[in-house]
Nanobody
């Protein structure tokens, strides 16, 4: 059974930092592109960052570019999201998402971790 387990969510003051982790099991991690999404209160889920499995190319939402960094460690089946200079607008539930890079479309979601940025 495939599981994506996020951790690292917390409350932090504006300007602070957090690092989220998502550890996968039950799949061949290196075969999957990995993304972080977030859902602010009362809003729809939005893409934050993606890291590809081939070559590790990354993409970011304009609102987080320069502040957030996505990375992955295929030896640990883990993807990270380093978040710096956090703003109240970064508040939300952060979800890990895996999509198979080749072959039949296969994707999975984590259960989410809460990030709250507030003074």
């Amino acid at each position: 059974q495939v599981q994506l387990v996020e951790s690292g969510g917390d409350w932090v003051q504006p300007g602070g930092s957090l690092r989220l982790s998502c550890t996968a099991s039950g799949l061949t991690f290196s075969n999957y592109h990995m993304s972080w999404y977030r859902q602010p209160p009362g809003k729809e889920r939005e893409l934050v960052a993606t890291i590809l499995t081939f070559g590790g190319s990354t993409n970011y939402a304009a609102s987080v570019k320069g502040r957030f960094t996505i990375s992955r460690d295929n030896t640990k089946n883990t993807v990270y999201l380093q978040m710096n200079s956090l703003e109240p607008g970064d508040t939300g539930v952060y979800y890990c998402y895996a999509i198979r890079a080749t072959g039949r479309r296969t994707d999975y979601w984590g259960q989410g971790t809460q990030v709250t940025v507030s003074s």
